[in-house]
């Protein structure tokens, strides 16, 4: 397509060296600058990539519920709303505010330090910070549990297929849905598990990432919770761009979760199935290890729906108000498909 930016909306790019989650919340007197910002975020990615034209720096922004009638105006994505928190008897998936998110990534970390310094100054004082964690590769991408993390992502076409949004809410085809989760791992329990016992946990073995089989009744393993299979047997994959962080002299540990889906139920139908539980009150074991601080939602626009951004703002439904975040009235899964207890 002419004129869509390059560098921007890259949703099955492969996992680079570094990446930047951040979160922030707009203030309704910036929508403006903020769109004027995001509209021109191509050129900002080119200002600092023809440094290192190599290095693959890209950005996705995605735009949450309460900032969408005014900040890009017209309808907005059919199963676009508020993350809900999830409530299972033991942990729960919290929500926290977040009106855009920032992915930046990229092979240098000092490229990606700078582009977002350069962003945070474009953005101004409209933007308050919710939450901004900087993530690495790890070895042969293994999260900081020691396992291969994203192993299920799908590729080429089928990664295409998964994450893009397509005829079935074709004003918005192209673009994708984000769930973004920032995890802390109390790593000293974890290493104390023998291995055996957290292989059980992930439903994979720690050194060569094999599959172990799927428990039919009962405790079920992280993977097996997290796959969704339809009651036609079509299985629904997202891609995962996680990363770990960490400060060991805070002893602070974590994954950053980024999920991608075509459908957003999908994402959701998973973390049900590992706060609630498959059946319910058998909740992911992993959760015991694993505790999420943040939980935000968004739709990232397809690069050319984001250069043209507002330009359904001059159509009477840009009149809307902001819609406040009801986490009451979410209803996960209200668009899903039903799901297969048997997976």
């Keep these: 397509m002419s004129g869509v930016p390059d560098g921007v909306q890259r949703f099955t790019a492969p996992l680079t060296g570094h990446a930047i989650f951040l979160v ?7 929508v403006d600058g903020i769109r004027d910002v995001l509209r021109d975020l191509g050129g900002l990615v080119q200002t ?3 440094r290192d034209p190599g290095d693959g720096l890209s950005c996705t922004v995605g735009i949450g519920s309460r900032m969408w009638p005014t900040l890009v105006g017209g309808p907005s994505p059919r199963e676009l709303h508020p993350f809900t928190p999830v409530v299972g008897a033991v942990h729960t998936a919290v929500a ?39 993530c690495f590769r790890s070895f042969d991408r293994r999260d900081l549990l020691g396992f291969v993390d994203g192993t299920a992502n799908p590729v080429g ?8 949004v397509g005829d079935e809410d074709p004003a918005f085809a192209g673009g994708t849905y984000i769930v973004v989760q920032k995890y802390l791992h109390p790593l000293d329990r974890w290493q104390a598990l023998p291995t055996e016992a957290q292989e059980r946990i992930m439903g994979r073995t720690k050194a060569d990432n094999v599959e172990l089989d799927d428990a039919t009744s009962g405790q079920k393993s992280h993977k097996t919770l997290a796959t969704i299979v339809d009651d036609a047997g079509v299985e629904h994959d997202i891609i995962r761009d996680n990363m770990p962080f960490g400060r060991p002299g805070h002893a602070e540990f974590g994954t950053y979760f980024l999920g991608q889906s075509r459908a957003l139920w999908v994402i959701e139908t998973m973390l049900r199935r590992m706060f609630v539980g498959d059946p319910p009150g058998v909740h992911d074991r992993l959760l015991d290890f694993s505790v999420p601080k943040t939980g ?11 250069s043209t951004l507002g330009d359904a703002v001059d159509a009477p439904a840009a009149a809307s108000p902001i819609v406040e975040a009801s986490p009451t009235s979410l209803g996960i899964g209200a668009n899903r498909a039903p799901v297969s207890q048997e997976v």
């Design 157 to 164: 076409t089928d990664a295409a297929d998964s994450v893009l």
């Design 48 to 50: 600092v990539r023809f």
């Design 96 to 134: 926290t505010p977040g009106d855009l998110l920032f992915h930046i990534r990229g092979d240098r970390a000092d490229l990606c330090f700078e582009f977002e310094r350069l962003l945070v100054a474009a953005l101004g004082d409209g933007i308050q910070v919710e939450d901004e964690t900087s």
């Design 296 to 306: 935000s939602t968004f739709f990232a626009p397809s690069a050319g729906l984001l």
């Design 24 to 30: 922030v919340t707009v203030s309704d007197q910036a």
